[in-house]
Structure formats: structure tokens, C-alpha cells
């Protein structure tokens, strides 16, 4: 798979979990932007994947929808980063120790 491709993916899978979380929040997406500052084409585009999602914004959608931004990456994404993350914890621990 080109790299191209694949962030196109990604994109479109940040949008699908944002759209779905947002509606489990009961929020449409006028409420959501206005939360976010954003314009509700700009969500509406960031759900389609469509529109790259800044991570200024990324860090706003999540603090609004309560989630880690974890929760918003691709499943294999978070398990890499929470692993190095935990190791990371761990190593560090044993060097205090």
C-alpha cells in the first residue's frame, strides 16, 4: 500500500471515530464545532476524512468528546504507542530503583 494511500486511510478512520463518538456524545455537528471552533464544514469534512485534522484540533475534539486521542487512532497505532509508552515507564522505574 502506498504511503498516500495509507494516510488517507487514516484520516478517513480518525473522521469514522470522531463522527461515531460525537454522536454517542449527542452532539451534532454545530454543537461540536461551535465547542471546537471549528465551522461545521470543517467537521463535516475532518468526518468524511477529507479535511488533515490539525492536532491543535485533535487536541480540542478530544477534550470536548472526553477521550484520549488514543481512542481516536487506529487500533494498532495505540498498541504501539501505549507499549513503547509502558516500556518507556518501566525502564524508568528500574533506573530509579
Given at each position: 500500500m502506498?504511503?498516500?494511500?495509507?494516510?488517507?486511510?487514516?484520516?478517513?478512520?480518525?473522521?469514522?471515530?470522531?463522527?461515531?463518538?460525537?454522536?454517542?456524545?449527542?452532539l451534532t455537528q454545530l454543537e461540536f464545532s461551535k465547542r471546537i471552533a471549528l465551522s461545521r464544514p470543517s467537521v463535516t469534512n475532518i468526518e468524511n476524512g477529507v479535511h488533515k485534522v490539525s492536532l491543535i484540533s485533535l487536541y480540542h475534539i478530544c477534550k470536548v468528546l472526553k477521550v484520549c486521542i488514543y481512542d481516536l487512532l487506529p487500533?494498532?497505532?495505540?498498541?504501539?504507542?501505549?507499549?513503547?509508552?509502558?516500556?518507556?515507564?518501566?525502564?524508568?522505574?528500574q533506573m530509579a530503583e
Amino acid at each position: 500500500m502506498s504511503y498516500l494511500k495509507e494516510e488517507e486511510m487514516l484520516y478517513i478512520d480518525i473522521g469514522i471515530r470522531i463522527r461515531k463518538l460525537r454522536l454517542a456524545r449527542g452532539l451534532t455537528q454545530l454543537e461540536f464545532s461551535k465547542r471546537i471552533a471549528l465551522s461545521r464544514p470543517s467537521v463535516t469534512n475532518i468526518e468524511n476524512g477529507v479535511h488533515k485534522v490539525s492536532l491543535i484540533s485533535l487536541y480540542h475534539i478530544c477534550k470536548v468528546l472526553k477521550v484520549c486521542i488514543y481512542d481516536l487512532l487506529p487500533e494498532n497505532v495505540g498498541k504501539i504507542s501505549r507499549k513503547r509508552h509502558t516500556n518507556n515507564e518501566d525502564d524508568s522505574r528500574q533506573m530509579a530503583e
